[in-house]
């Protein structure tokens, strides 16, 4: 069973006013991807935030921090895990499909991306979800988000081609309504004025 907060205090907060937000915006930004890539990107974060957790801050490995009250899991650590992270990397993986980025644009948004993280980490330390242990220091967890928002960004670009190339990708809306200016085109026109004349005749 899972283990409960030892006192309801300002971390629990700050986890739960940070899930409703990022649930909001979930809700609330245009869908660009299809179900079946945006669950396969959700279970992405939620595995890589748990596995990076999972060796950097329980004990088993090492234990450079602790998240909310104590190294054991609890309630709280599931609410991050599987709300928090996967959507705040979402939306990572939203910009990157949306925008088509490539390389040069890539270069700037993963450090932007990395800066973001770094000032959320910094006030979440300031409100006790995250706690710092031997040593452990945030310049630690830059390098970390570098690395991970590094590889996720390939991976990302990699699964948005393996659903185009496999025809699991649906038609974006942005697409969609691209094509349909390009059927209104000269030739489109020509064709409707040429319907309008054999109705005259």
């Known amino acids: ?78 609410f991050i895990y599987f709300i928090n992270y996967p959507i705040y990397g979402y939306y990572f993986t939203y910009l990157i499909y949306k925008y088509e980025m490539r390389k040069k644009r890539l270069f700037f948004l993963i450090p932007a991306w990395c800066l973001t993280t770094v000032l959320l980490e910094a006030l979440s330390v300031k409100f006790n979800v995250f706690a710092y242990l031997n040593g452990w220091n945030i310049g630690f967890s830059a390098l970390v988000y570098l690395f991970v928002f590094s590889l996720s960004a390939i991976i990302v670009k990699r699964l948005s081609r393996l659903w185009a190339d496999r025809g699991l990708q649906e038609i974006r809306p942005d697409r969609a309504a691209q094509n349909s200016r390009k059927d209104d085109g000269p030739d489109h026109e020509k064709n409707d004025f040429a319907r309008k004349r054999l109705g005259h005749h």
Do not use: H, Q
């Not at 300002?10 to 890539?37: D, H, Q």
């Not at 669950?39 to 060796?55: C, Q």
């Open 1 to 78: 069973m899972l283990k409960l907060p030892l006192c309801f205090d300002k971390n629990e907060w700050f986890v739960l006013v940070s899930l409703l937000i990022l649930l909001i915006g979930f809700i609330a930004v245009p869908k660009v991807m299809s179900r079946s890539l945006t669950v396969t990107v959700l279970l992405y974060f939620a595995s890589l935030g748990f596995t990076a957790d999972l060796i950097l801050g329980t004990g088993y490995i090492v234990d450079f921090y602790n998240i909310m009250d104590s190294s054991k899991l609890e309630l709280f650590d599931v």
